[in-house]
């Protein structure tokens, strides 16, 4: 989605379940308006905030005239990704394979994903309208891909103004840079412990004329108490890691050099627990 709209709107990882909401990405051109729906991953949940993810992804799944599923070309297909066929394959929806990674895969291997990709779908009972190798990383076929999306989308009137390329809160956005810098800076000992909660986005007051600075403060929440300490890092490393690696993503959505002022919360076992999952925006 990012390499289609063009600028960043969902974070990455190489972590699953990275994506915890569904963002919409905006592309509006002389031929058509494209709305591209990132979700969060299919998966057995373990947990109520991964029945709720789950919940998205349906409730989109009923929604849209084009599923693209990704499948690494690194990657053999295998039980996830058949898992998640089996549910596209009960929708209506056009269903395109979008082989990812393709920079850095030969071509006999993607060859053989493309017909892995066949192979699945005629197992399950569908076809591919489209099976396409591309890279996000390089721009590879990124703009084919765009363009059979929005040959294949049902005509009607464009839903977007046309300078706008996200309908995602700013503070939620900025909430997800965050936790992407957290989820880099501590992968390896909480993956999907963390939320972040923005509480506070205002223009320094008395600040030069032409030299404006923007506050913005932010909670990083975590389950247990053990795991404070592993964010925050000694003498407070690792949170300033955190921050000096999400400020520039935000100085960039703002437009204003930004002051971020973070903080580490406990919220105990929050993806388990109704009420906090409310106060937490899920």
């Known amino acids: 989605m990012n390499a289609i709209v063009g600028t960043k709107l969902a974070i990455t990882s190489d972590r699953p379940q990275t994506t915890r909401r569904t963002i919409r990405g905006i592309v509006s051109r002389p031929d058509g308006q494209l709305i591209i729906v990132d979700t969060p991953g299919m998966h057995r949940p373990r947990t109520l905030l991964g029945e709720r993810l789950n919940d998205q992804v349906h409730e989109t799944l009923s929604d849209v005239d084009v599923v693209g599923l990704c499948l690494p070309a690194t990657e053999d297909i295998g039980p996830g990704d058949r898992f998640i066929a089996e549910q596209i394959a009960k929708t209506k929806a056009i269903k395109f394979a979008i082989i990812t990674k393709s920079d850095t895969a030969t071509p006999d291997r993607i060859a053989e994903q493309l017909l892995q ?11 591919f309208t489209e099976i396409i190798p591309v890279s996000a990383a390089t721009g590879k076929n990124v703009p084919t891909l765009t363009d059979l999306l929005i040959e294949a989308m049902p005509e009607g009137p464009s839903l977007f103004p046309e300078d706008e390329i996200t309908d995602e809160p700013i503070d939620i956005t900025i909430a997800e840079y965050i936790r992407e810098a ?51 890092g000694k003498k407070g490393s690792r949170l300033k890691e955190i921050g000096a690696t999400s400020r520039p993503h935000i100085e960039a959505l703002l437009g204003t050099p930004v002051f971020l002022d973070l903080h580490v919360k406990l919220a105990k076992d929050w993806q388990k627990d109704p009420k906090q999952l409310r106060r937490l925006g899920f």
């Open 117 to 127: 990709a066949q192979v699945l779908a005629e197992q399950l009972g569908f076809e």
């Open 182 to 232: 957290a989820l880099a800076e501590a992968r390896e000992e909480l993956p999907h412990s963390i939320a972040v909660v923005v509480e506070e986005i205002v223009p320094r007051e008395d600040r030069p004329e032409g030299k404006p600075l923007t506050d913005v403060r932010a909670e990083i929440y975590v389950e247990r108490d053990s795991q404070k300490a592993i964010v925050i």
